[in-house]
Nanobody, 114 residues
Framework: QVQLMEAGGGVVQAGGSRRLSCTTSGSIVSIEKIGWYRQGPGKQRELVAVITSDGRTNYAGSVKGRFTISRDNAKNTVYLQMNSLHPEDTGVYYC????????WGQGTQVTVSS
């Protein structure tokens, strides 16, 4: 099972930006899909963005055009650049990998203040 280490959460004002990172314990090249889910207060966990081993990306409709997922194979790290943040983006953001075993990170809190 891959270990996932997230970083970058914090408090940001609405309209601001934040970048999350997720570093894997092994080579990210061997991971089929890696991405981010989030769980807002009182909400179910939902997919935010995912990137495949061949670079294909998929985004939730609510973040399309504002968030960008990317990966740096040399650093075994995937990033989530979040721009134009809304208070509704508040939640715990979890890194998730399929290798093909599913792995989850511990989560990092993002709070967007209005």
């Amino acid at each position: 099972q891959v270990q996932l280490m997230e970083a970058g959460g914090g408090v940001v004002q609405a309209g601001g930006s934040r970048r999350l990172s997720c570093t894997t314990s092994g080579s990210i090249v061997s991971i089929e899909k890696i991405g981010w889910y989030r769980q807002g207060p009182g909400k179910q966990r939902e997919l935010v963005a995912v990137i495949t081993s061949d670079g294909r990306t998929n985004y939730a409709g609510s973040v399309k055009g504002r968030f960008t997922i990317s990966r740096d194979n040399a650093k075994n790290t995937v990033y989530l650049q979040m721009n134009s943040l809304h208070p509704e983006d508040t939640g715990v953001y979890y890194c998730h990998a399929v290798s093909p075993i599913r792995s989850w990170g511990q989560g990092t809190q993002v709070t967007v203040s209005s």
